[in-house]
């Protein structure tokens, strides 16, 4: 990254990079339109606050989220779903 820092006088904080995006179908264009509209943001504002949330959304390690999932429901008391049929059956809810 040589040529950023040297255009950017040697600060990486100020470098602005530029993202061409090609090949838009018709259909997002105009709904990435919409909601810029919708949010009073230019298009080029709406891209980058979704491309920021979607990127900072954290990631989750779904199989240490079911292995949590499944030591949750282990602890619950075992219930016995026949009874509260039969109480639908007579009409009680």
């Keep these: 990254m ?3 820092e040297w255009f950017h006088y040697g600060s990486k904080e100020n ?4 993202l061409t995006l ?3 179908p018709i259909h997002l264009h105009a709904r990435l339109k919409e909601s810029a509209e919708k949010n009073r ?10 491309l920021e949330r ?10 240490k989220l079911a292995r949590e ?9 075992y219930v ?8 639908k ?5």
């Design 80 to 87: 016995d779903h026949r009874i509260g049929d039969r109480y």
């Design 54 to 63: 979607d990127v900072a959304v954290p990631k989750v390690d779904r199989g």
């Design 41 to 50: 943001r230019s298009l080029n504002s709406e891209i980058l606050t979704r």
């Design 2 to 4: 040589w040529y950023l």
């Design 89 to 93: 059956r007579k009409g009680l809810k």
């Design 22 to 24: 090609k090949n838009i």
């Design 15 to 18: 470098a602005v990079l530029t």
């Design 69 to 77: 999932l499944k030591a949750f429901t282990n602890q619950l008391p």
